[in-house]
C-alpha cells in the first residue's frame, strides 16, 4: 500500500542517516531466490517492510542485529523487538511458512 512504502521509506531514509547500508527490495531489479516468488513478494508486500543489506557493508548493523550466516531474515516489530528470524537458504513455499509462523498469519 502507499502508506506501507511511505513507512518503508522512512525507515529506509533514518537507517541510511545512521550510516546503515540498506535497500528495499522495490528498489532493485537483481533480486533472486525467495524474494522473487510472487507469493512470497505478496506476502511481504501486505504485511512487511523489507529492508536488505549486505553484511560487508554494514558490519554495525550485522553485529547489532547478532547476523553470523547469510542469508539471515530478521523480523522486528514498529519498535525494533525481533519476532524472528529466518537463516540459511530456503525455497519460497519454506520461506513463506516461516513469515507467517513468525507473523502468526
Given at each position: 500500500t502507499a502508506a506501507?512504502?511511505?513507512?518503508e521509506q522512512r525507515l529506509i531514509k533514518r537507517l541510511r542517516e545512521l550510516g546503515f547500508d540498506v535497500f528495499s527490495p522495490?528498489?532493485?531489479?537483481n533480486i533472486t531466490g525467495s524474494f522473487a516468488d510472487p507469493a512470497?513478494?505478496?506476502?511481504?508486500?501486505?504485511?512487511?517492510i523489507i529492508l536488505i543489506t549486505e553484511t560487508s557493508e554494514s558490519p554495525e548493523l550485522t553485529s547489532q542485529l547478532n547476523?553470523?550466516?547469510?542469508?539471515?531474515?530478521?523480523?522486528l516489530d514498529e519498535d525494533g523487538n525481533e519476532l524472528g528470524r529466518i537463516e540459511g537458504y530456503?525455497?519460497?513455499?519454506?520461506?513463506?511458512?516461516?513469515?507467517k509462523e513468525i507473523s502468526g498469519n
Open positions: 506501507q512504502a511511505e513507512r522495490r528498489e532493485s531489479s512470497v513478494q505478496k506476502e511481504i508486500n501486505d504485511n512487511y547476523i553470523y550466516g547469510t542469508p539471515t531474515t530478521v523480523v530456503e525455497t519460497p513455499e519454506e520461506y513463506l511458512a516461516h513469515l
